[in-house]
């Protein structure tokens, strides 16, 4: 089943950024011809900070550009948004959001293959690239998130291939009900217990299980405003 195809490939280099000490890839540029990807994903993308960026869970990142059309809506004109990248993505298409793919899909790209594995935790630092001092929040809050794979196969990607969905394990956790779960619905036990059985990438179980022990929402003021944990 065909999804949609690759408009644009992206990566970035890692560069200092807003903050003192601080450095990001965000600011991704349009690669021509295919380009190698392996586990840690496509070769020369970089991660400003390989603690919360990057890695086997979080390899590929893809963002719909349709996003884009209703950012403009609510920011008003941003040269930013006038073409891919503005969200640090690697993957750009028309035609596939998160309310198309669940969680565990498998996508067939030529001879690479991937696995939606987690939907993306905006940071602040998509407040300092945008200038709006919440944008992380109205990101989360949106939906309008993105998601990452991890590389099960590697090989080449390159801008007018297919994605084709090859299997859907967990037909019952489309992207948006992980993301209800996760900001909305954030201590609704038995979703949180459903959702522990599936094979969730480390980060995402240590989430769930600390919600599950505590019955209390992890503070997400460090990640959403780069402020200090309290």
């Not at 991937?114 to 690239?129: F, G």
Request: proline share 6%; with cysteine.
């Amino acid at each position: 089943m065909q999804l949609a195809r690759i408009e644009r490939l992206l990566i970035g280099k890692a560069v200092p950024y807003t903050r003192p000490g601080s450095h990001s890839a965000i600011a991704k540029q349009p690669v021509d011809g295919p380009v190698a990807v392996g586990i840690d994903g496509l070769a020369g993308d970089e991660q400003g900070d390989r603690r919360v960026h990057g890695g086997v869970h979080k390899a590929v990142h893809h963002y719909p550009f349709e996003h884009y059309r209703r950012w403009i809506e609510q920011l008003g004109h941003s040269p930013l948004l006038e073409q891919p990248g503005a969200f640090g993505e690697n993957i750009s298409t028309v035609g596939l959001s998160e309310a198309d793919l669940c969680l565990g899909d498998v996508l067939r790209c030529g001879d690479v293959l991937l696995q939606v594995v987690q939907t993306r935790q905006p940071c602040w630092k998509l407040n300092d690239r945008f200038g709006v001092a919440d944008m992380a929040l109205r990101v989360q809050q949106s939906g309008m998130t993105g998601w990452y794979y991890q590389v099960l196969e590697g090989g080449h990607l390159q801008a007018g291939q297919s994605l084709l969905l090859e299997q859907r394990p967990f037909p019952r956790w489309p992207l948006p009900r992980v993301m209800e779960v996760l900001y909305r619905r954030t201590l609704d036990r038995a979703a949180l217990l459903e959702l522990a059985e599936l094979p969730l990438v480390p980060n995402w179980r240590k989430l769930v299980e600390r919600r599950l022990e505590t019955n209390a929402v992890e503070d997400w003021n460090k990640r959403l405003y780069g402020a200090a944990d309290t």
